[in-house]
């Protein structure tokens, strides 16, 4: 067989099968690991879908893919039941590979977390650093280190953490905050409990979350951020191409603008003040709540709406 047939080949095993590799471990009582190990090349992708854990990210200058699945338990009777309830799966097609763990019997896990964690699945992740990323997990964080390629990370239960990402991000999650470091692309986050914070975007940033507070350092094209309670937090650093858009029903909203930029402001609150430090050309009657006029001869529309704090718009 070849190098192409031998990267091409399916790898797979149920989840019973590859338990006979783990190694024991009397330190929690039970802890138990899997390792898979994949030659590729840079720009493959790796796809990760799974009914729990958490999964880690890190990158090397090795074009491998080195996979190691952590499993702590309790006792003995949950290996057993992991064994008999979860496939685990293995495939490689050229540079690019995709990893399985399938819960078969998704009724009796229903409650697995009802009396406290008795559970802890963790992918350990080792990636070239000019690779691309598809991870999906139902019960676990997500975090992926520094990368040169497009990132798509979704959980229902955890946070998300990338850190300084040339290309696209695009996250989701159900249940925990998120963090984003320089991204040389677009960034597109969204979480439903807790906060987003992003160092910088050089492309657009479209951030929502329903319970917590939005901060963006600095973004370099349109930015769309809403919350339902926390406050919005952005620097703007060049002249938007389209529409902008922060609005929240409970917090402030600050926006810092370079002195040159030109937009059309459409600010309101109706439980703080409006003010601003450029000078503006104002459209309608005067109001401390509530501001519509242009800055530097106007622009795209900066819309800004707040139902329980203040407006500000500053310059950097």
């Known amino acids: ?22 190694v024991f471990s009397s330190s929690f009582a039970q802890d ?30 090795s074009e491998k893919v080195d996979i190691e699945i952590q499993v702590d338990a309790r006792d003995r009777d949950d290996i057993e039941r ?21 819960n078969k019997r998704r009724s009796r896990w229903g409650n697995w977390w009802g009396n406290g964690p008795r559970l802890r699945v963790t992918f350990y992740v080792t990636v ?13 964080s997500i975090s992926v280190e520094d990368l040169e390629g497009e990132v798509w990370a979704k959980t229902s239960g955890g946070s998300l953490d990338f850190g300084n990402i040339k290309g696209h991000v695009e996250g989701k999650t159900s249940g925990g905050s998120v963090s984003v470091g320089e991204v040389d692309g677009d960034v597109n986050v969204h979480t439903s409990g807790g906060s987003i914070n992003i160092d910088r975007a050089r492309g657009s940033v479209d951030a929502r979350t329903s319970g917590g507070s939005i901060r963006v350092d600095e973004v370099f094209g349109t930015i769309r951020a809403s ?35 030109g937009v059309n402001v459409d600010a309101s609150t109706s439980g703080g003040r409006v003010s601003t430090d450029f000078p503006v050309t104002i459209r309608g009657e005067i109001s401390k709540r509530s501001l519509r006029a242009k800055v530097n001869d106007g622009g795209p529309e900066l819309y800004l709406r707040t139902s329980g704090g203040s407006i500000s718009l500053k310059e950097m």
């Open 1 to 22: 067989m070849d190098h192409v047939q031998q990267k091409r080949m399916r790898r797979t095993a149920g989840f019973f099968a590859l338990l006979t590799l783990f």
């Open 32 to 61: 138990e690991t899997i390792k898979r190990s994949f030659d590729v090349g840079y720009g493959g992708k790796l796809t990760i879908e799974s009914d729990l854990g958490s999964i880690k990210v890190s990158t090397s200058s």
């Open 82 to 102: 992991l064994k008999e309830d979860f496939d685990i799966s293995f495939d490689q097609n050229g540079d690019d590979v995709m990893v399985r763990m399938e």
């Open 128 to 140: 070239p650093n000019k690779y691309n990323l598809d991870l999906r997990t139902a019960g676990g």
């Open 227 to 261: 919350t339902s309670g926390g406050s919005i937090t952005a620097r703007i650093s060049k002249q938007p191409e389209a529409d902008c858009r922060l609005t929240t029903s409970g917090g402030n909203v600050t926006v810092y603008m370079e002195r040159n930029i």
